[in-house]
C-alpha cells in the first residue's frame, strides 16, 4: 500500500472512533452536540490522532487502549480551531471550504460547543481508564502530558502571544514560542502518549520526543510558506491569510528559501531521531517524505 | 467559632491554595496568566470547594489530598461564569461589583482565559495524581465525576439550553434541566470527589450525593429568589437581571412564595439524608440552615 493509502486507512480510523462520541442526540442539548459534531466533522488532515495510533502500535501497543486518546487530542485540536476562528480572535468565516461554527451556529454555541469539546476529551481519556484499571499508570501519564501541551504553557500560551502580537512586528525568540506552543506542542504530545500508551523504553522515548519537537516545527513552518505560496485549490483555503491578519511568520521574518531551508533541516533532524528503529518506524518516515513535497 | 467564622476560614484555605498556581508570570504568556487570576481572585463564595474540602475532611480524609481537587472545581466554575459573562452570552460588565474578564482584557484574551482555566483544571488535578500514586485510583474516579459534571452532559449542556431559551418561555421540565445541569451539576460534584478522596463507603456516598442534589437546586432556587427581591448591597450586583435578560425562572413560572416552599423543602431534604451522619456533619447541617436565611 502506497503512503496516501496508507494515510487515508488510518484517518478512516481516527474519525470511525471519533463518531461514536456525537452518536447520542436525545437530550435538550441536542444542539450543542451538533455543534460539536459539526467542527470535528469539518475535515481536517487528522495528523495528531493518526500519529498517537502510529507511535502506539509501531510499538507494539494496543490500538483500542489508544483510540480515546486519539480522539481527545482532535476534540483538543478542534476546540481550538472554534475559538481560534472567533470574531473576537482571528474572525475566519471559511475554514477547510466549509463556514466556521459560529457562522452557522452563532458566537455564543460556538464559544460552548469548543468548551464542550475540551471538556469532552478529558471525559473521554478518564471514561476508558476508569473502566481499565490496566491503564491507570499510563493513562494518567499520557493525560498529564496532554494537558500540559494543551494549557498555559502549551497551546493556550501560544495562541494567547500569537493573539497579542497581531500587526505587530515580533523577533524571532517570540515567533518561535508561539509555533512551538500554539503548534508543535500539541504535535509533540500526541506523539509522546502514543509512546506512553505503547509503553516505550526511556531511550525509545527520547528519540520519538525529537522526532515529535523537529517535525512539528517544520510542519508549522511549511504552513506558514504555504499561506505565502500555495495553491488555494489544494489547500483548500484562501492563502495570504497571516499578511492580512498582521501575524510574523517564518517567511515574513526569513523569507521564503530560508524558511524552507530551516523546515528541510528539521525535517533531516526528524528523520536521525528515527535512527534507533527499525521497519517498524515506515510509516513516520514517510510522513517526513510526505511533509517534504507537501502541495508545493 | 460561630458558623461564618468558620466559612471564612475554609475560604482562606481554598484561596491560599487558588493563589499558588498563578504565581509564576514570568514566560511570553504573562497577560494570559493575570487575566485567568483576575476572574479567580473576583471574590465569590468559594462554596464548591469549601463543601469538597468540608467533605472530605468529615469522613477523615486527608485534606492535601483533596486541596487541588478543589482548586480545580473552582477554576471550573471560575471559568464557565468568563465565557457566560461574554457579549454573545449574557452580555454582562459587572460580576461581583468588578468589570467582567472582558471588560478588562478584551473578548479574545478573556475566551482563551476561560479556556486556560478548564484546561489548568485538569492539569493540577492530573498533576496531583501522578506525583502522588497512592491517589490514582481515587483521583481518577474524582476527575471522572468532575469530568461529566462538567461537560455537555453537565454544566455546559445545560448553559446552552440556558442560552437558546432566553427570551422564551420554558416548560418546568427544562427550567428543571438547566439548574439541575448549569448550577447543581457541579455543586454535587463537589461533594462527590470530596466523598471519593476522603473513601466514603457506599452509604455514606449515596446519602453525600442525596445531600449535593438537593442543596445544589435549593441554592439555584434561591438564587434566582434574590435576583427578584434581593439586596442589591448584600448581594454586590444588580437584582432583576433574569427579567432583563428574558430567562424562565422559578420564580417567574411558580411565584415567590411557591418558589421559597420548593427551596425550603429541598433543604429539608438535605438535611435528612445526613441522619446517618454524626457531629462531624454539623457545618454541613448550618450550611443549610445559612442558605435558608440568605440575605432575605
Redesign the interface.
Known sequence: MDFKSQLLQRKGRVEDNLSIYFKDKS???K???EA?EYSINAGGKRLRPILLLEVCEMLGGNIDDALPFASAIEMIHT?SLI?DD????DNDDYRRGKPTNHRVY???????A???L???A??IM??K??IN?HL??R???A??VI??S????GM??????D??SEGKKVNKE?LN?IHL?KTSAMIEASIKAGAIIGRAGKREYRDLENYGKTVGLAFQIIDDILDVVGDETKLGKKIGSDVHNGKSTYPSLYGIEESKKIAFNLLERSMTSLDGFGKEADFLRELVEFLKVREY
Open positions: 437530550g435538550f442539548q444542539l450543542l452536540i460539536m476546540y475559538h472567533l470574531p473576537a480572535m452563532g458566537e455564543g454555541i460556538a464559544i460552548l469548543g468548551d464542550g475540551l471538556n469532552l478529558f471525559e478518564l471514561e481508564i476508569y484499571p491507570y499508570e493513562g494518567i501519564k493525560m498529564h494537558s500540559r494543551s494549557g498555559v504553557n493556550i500560551g501560544g495562541q494567547v502571544v493573539l497579542e517570540l514560542f506552543n
